[in-house]
């Protein structure tokens, strides 16, 4: 960093070699997220390793720009639509016949609906559009019960998951599904698509949601830069953290 340029926390300059972002927070204004990813960047170029880099992270938060780069890389993903105009939302689901609304920044599942009703289409789109929020809808596929998170660390799959359903359409662990460990040699596909996608994101690690229709054919649907990783952990045994710390120490060595 130039002369006079100084980071510090409660008083004391910082004084790092390296840092693992979990999270920019919980919803943060725009002006707090620009300031915290301003910091994270300043310590990148002050030489500290930044895992996983902030503007990377950033653009793979948002669900429907990630989500572009990695169609526009050649990787396949679902029929998605990005709007503001609640009749283009409707006319969108009387053409998928079912669809998931779905916050552009979000996790967990929190948030997304399944529509299959134009009328219903075309009220959740006016109400996302007088909070001013744009409408993210993606063409629903069915799914055989379940989907595949897959977690990269660095340029290699640390494990991977089926995450099961019972009921409901939701295959996310805090919605209730189950997680059953899954291995390369079970679904090459996953693991060869999960690898692509966060070397498309620029992303150091990430959990990849993978969907498996009825037909055997794969799609991406969204790569998070921040994931949890207690219910992969419970179901393969796999510590994701102590393999980001591996990762961190051998980039440090270099």
Known sequence: ???GVSLGYLGKELNVDAVIVR?????PSIEQLLKRIGVLEALRRKGVIVINKPIEMLLARDKWFSLLRLYLAGLPVPETIITENPHTAMRALMEFGKAVFKPIIGS????SVLVDNPDTAYQLSRSLYA???PIYIQRYIEKPGY??????VGDRVISAMKRVIECGWKTNIAQG???????EKD???AFELAIKAAKVLGLDYTGVDIIVDHDGNYYIIEANASPLWRGLWMATGVN???????????????
């Open 240 to 254: 994701a953290a102590e393999h980001i710390i591996e990762y961190l120490e051998e980039t440090y060595r270099r």
């Open 1 to 3: 960093m130039r002369p």
């Open 131 to 133: 909070f001013k929020l």
């Open 23 to 27: 999270s920019f927070g919980s919803t």
């Open 147 to 152: 989907d595949i998170r897959v977690f990269v």
């Open 177 to 183: 599904a189950r997680g059953v460990a899954i291995s």
């Open 108 to 111: 967990l599942g929190l948030g």
């Open 187 to 189: 679904y090459p596909d």
